[in-house]
């Protein structure tokens, strides 16, 4: 069973917006340091946006102002509001859970969701 699932990833135009979702019936996600992360072909995976317990939230400097982390604890969904899309945020997202206090870095998490794919044309 896979802890993390995402959902939301698709292929939009630049300047476009998606939402993804991370939902899990194994972690109370306002317990966790929850993050978001992605992958793009050929480059190390790199993180985008966190959220902790207290819900303080964290962004890579190229998504400030564009993604909003969120989450609804009553659905124990994690979120990604992604706005104003670029061709080079197209990655495989990923959702990421830590217990103890930690980053943006990808390797300081320790589960992992299998990803969901966002495509952004130019």
């Known amino acids: 069973q896979v802890p993390l699932v995402e959902s939301g990833g698709g292929s939009v135009q630049a300047g476009g917006s998606l939402r993804l979702s991370c939902a899990t019936s194994?972690?109370?996600?306002?317990?966790?340091?929850m993050a978001w992360l992605r992958q793009a072909p050929g480059k190390e995976r790199e993180g985008v946006a966190r959220?902790?317990?207290?819900?303080?939230?964290d962004y890579a400097d190229s998504v400030k102002g564009r993604f909003t982390i969120s989450r609804d604890n009553d659905k124990n969904t994690l979120y990604l509001q992604m706005n104003s899309l670029k061709p080079e945020d197209s990655a495989m997202y990923y959702c990421?859970?830590?217990?103890?206090?930690?980053?943006?870095?990808?390797?300081?998490?320790?589960?992992w969701g299998q990803g969901t794919q966002v495509t952004v044309s130019s």
């Open positions: 990421a859970a830590s217990y103890i206090p930690v980053g943006l870095t990808p390797s300081e998490y320790k589960y």
């Open positions: 194994r972690y109370t996600i306002s317990t966790y340091v």
């Open positions: 959220m902790n317990s207290y819900g303080v939230t």
